[in-house]
């Protein structure tokens, strides 16, 4: 299992009630089950919504539970931003 940081920016940030927190966790999927777990109600529809990165790179539409996890790693939770 890794440990590493989730970062939550704007309205995954105002839903989870933090910036960020650790996860524990071997992929992505079981990471941001985890957080559901801790935060539900607004941030389990706000991820519906969100795009991920992890250390840097783009998620896009691979499944969740192949997307391994590093230790000190970091994923970025970034909802739909409006303007250009």
């Known amino acids: 299992m890794a440990a ?3 970062r939550y920016w704007a309205a995954a940030k105002a839903a989870a009630g933090v910036a960020e927190e ?3 966790a ?3 999927a079981e990471a941001l089950d985890a957080a559901r ?3 539900p109600g607004e941030l389990v529809r706000v991820l519906g919504r969100c795009s ?3 250390d840097g790179d783009p998620v896009g539409t ?3 539970e ?3 996890l590093a230790e000190g790693g970091t ?5 739909p931003f409006a303007g250009g």
């Not at 994923?75 to 909802?79: C, S």
């Open 4 to 6: 590493g940081t989730i």
């Open 52 to 54: 991920f990165l992890v």
């Open 26 to 28: 071997e992929n992505l």
């Open 62 to 64: 691979r499944e969740h």
């Open 22 to 24: 650790p996860y524990a």
């Open 66 to 68: 192949s997307v391994r």
């Open 37 to 39: 777990e801790r935060h």
């Open 75 to 79: 994923v970025e939770v970034l909802p």
